[in-house]
């Protein structure tokens, strides 16, 4: 498959940058049209691992996640294969992660009924770099306990894995009670538990965090709502200061956000990265800002795709050899997009 090179312009800085953007699966693809979101993370052997949860549709019945390996120096995805189902529960909102350790995690949720306030989270792990998993097994079980991003590595080495407890018990609206939440792993020992939780006035959900120096911790959120036009889409963030077992009250940042999923990560050189929609209503631009100064300004700005359509649900990883990737979906959720740059190109003069 020939990736699409593209140039956009940088309205903010007034520069250009080259993206090179490729269609990994489509419509095509044997797992029902039904594509999002998707996560991405690198193998310790150069590899590339996606994951995304496909079938009819979003409330289909029956849906299940599914994982395509993109080997080292290859151009062509390997076909997708089921990674875990469930013959009477629908599942949801994969998570990929390698820890240091070598283990590969697995998180998703499955939904117990008709709304993603009624899910929990489960999870496998692999310990032969994604060629097979572990049996299922519960991270919570408090209904309406979900995870979309990935886990981080903190100073003193144990993990955080930003959740969320989402309410409502509607499909477009999502509660104001609804809150970020983290769990913190120690290795060695076999329970995530909860640590912190981040509570705002009109609900936040689907947590990014970054750790800027021991124990500090920045987190973006995806607000909370409906999807009506509004002037008041704002993307709501929080800190803390003991390693994310407390946070401050949630509050509207300066990024905009339709009620979408954003994904924040810290670079290898120490640079903070946003990808988020850049609009409080549509899911389009989708954005990414980078801040060098640990998260006091984001200067730099750079769309990655923009125009009529949804561009959302982005994951976000530096590979080892310094290139940003960024894996989206577009194309009423049927299409799964792959982006990727160099930090020079947003940070270019």
Same mark, same amino acid.
């Given at each position: 498959?020939?990736?699409?090179?593209?140039? @956009?312009? @940088?309205?903010?800085?007034?520069?250009?940058?080259?993206?090179?953007?490729?269609? /990994?699966?489509?419509?095509?693809?044997?797992?029902?049209?039904?594509?999002?979101?998707?996560?991405?993370?690198?193998?310790?052997?150069?590899?590339?691992?996606?994951?995304?949860?496909?079938?009819?549709?979003?409330?289909?019945?029956?849906?299940? /996640?599914?994982?395509?390996?993109?080997?080292?120096?290859?151009?062509?995805?390997?076909?997708?294969? /089921?990674?875990?189902?469930?013959?009477?529960?629908?599942?949801?909102?994969?998570?990929?992660?390698?820890?240091?350790?070598?283990?590969?995690?697995?998180?998703?949720?499955?939904?117990?009924?008709?709304?993603?306030?009624?899910?929990?989270?489960?999870?496998?792990?692999?310990?032969?770099?994604?060629?097979?998993?572990?049996?299922?097994? @519960?991270?919570?079980?408090?209904?309406?306990?979900?995870?979309?991003?990935?886990?981080?590595?903190?100073?003193?080495?144990?993990?955080?894995?930003?959740?969320?407890?989402?309410?409502?018990?509607?499909?477009?609206?999502?509660?104001?009670?609804?809150?970020?939440?983290?769990?913190?792993?120690?290795?060695?020992?076999?329970?995530?538990?909860?640590?912190?939780?981040?509570?705002?006035?009109?609900?936040?959900?689907?947590?990014?965090v970054v750790e800027t120096s021991p124990g500090n911790l920045i987190a973006y959120c995806r607000r909370c709502g409906d999807y009506k036009p509004t002037d008041q889409g704002w993307t709501v963030t929080a800190s803390s200061t003991d390693g994310g077992k407390t946070w401050t009250k949630g509050t509207d940042s300066t990024f905009k956000?339709?009620?979408?999923? @954003?994904?924040?990560?810290?670079?290898?050189?120490?640079?903070?990265?946003?990808?988020?929609?850049?609009?409080?209503?549509?899911?389009?631009?989708?954005?990414?800002?980078?801040?060098?100064?640990?998260?006091?300004?984001?200067?730099?700005?750079?769309?990655?795709?923009?125009?009529?359509?949804?561009?959302?649900?982005?994951?976000?990883?530096?590979?080892?050899?310094?290139?940003?990737?960024?894996?989206?979906?577009?194309?009423?959720?049927?299409?799964?997009?792959?982006?990727?740059?160099?930090?020079?190109?947003?940070?270019?003069?």
């Amino acid at each position: 498959m020939k990736p699409l090179l593209i140039c @956009l312009f @940088l309205l903010t800085n007034f520069v250009t940058a080259e993206i090179t953007i490729t269609r /990994v699966f489509g419509p095509e693809t044997k797992t029902g049209p039904y594509k999002h979101p998707s996560c991405l993370t690198e193998l310790d052997n150069g590899d590339l691992y996606l994951a995304y949860y496909g079938g009819g549709g979003e409330y289909a019945e029956s849906t299940r /996640v599914f994982a395509s390996r993109l080997v080292k120096g290859s151009s062509k995805w390997t076909a997708p294969q /089921v990674i875990a189902g469930n013959p009477f529960k629908s599942l949801g909102n994969p998570v990929v992660w390698q820890a240091p350790d070598g283990v590969v995690w697995l998180f998703y949720v499955t939904r117990f009924g008709e709304t993603w306030s009624t899910s929990r989270i489960k999870a496998k792990i692999s310990r032969d770099g994604a060629k097979t998993w572990s049996d299922s097994f @519960l991270v919570t079980l408090q209904d309406g306990t979900m995870v979309r991003n990935q886990p981080i590595v903190l100073s003193d080495g144990d993990y955080l894995l930003p959740i969320y407890h989402e309410t409502g018990a509607d499909t477009e609206f999502t509660g104001a009670d609804s809150t970020s939440r983290m769990l913190r792993f120690t290795p060695g020992q076999t329970q995530w538990r909860e640590v912190g939780v981040i509570r705002s006035d009109k609900g936040n959900i689907q947590p990014g965090v970054v750790e800027t120096s021991p124990g500090n911790l920045i987190a973006y959120c995806r607000r909370c709502g409906d999807y009506k036009p509004t002037d008041q889409g704002w993307t709501v963030t929080a800190s803390s200061t003991d390693g994310g077992k407390t946070w401050t009250k949630g509050t509207d940042s300066t990024f905009k956000n339709p009620n979408s999923a @954003l994904d924040f990560k810290k670079l290898a050189n120490g640079h903070l990265l946003l990808v988020f929609n850049d609009h409080m209503y549509e899911r389009s631009p989708l954005t990414v800002a980078i801040s060098e100064d640990q998260g006091r300004t984001f200067l730099r700005r750079q769309n990655i795709m923009e125009g009529e359509g949804s561009y959302a649900y982005p994951t976000a990883i530096q590979t080892k050899d310094g290139k940003i990737h960024v894996i989206f979906t577009s194309d009423e959720r049927s299409v799964i997009q792959h982006a990727v740059f160099d930090e020079a190109d947003v940070l270019r003069p």
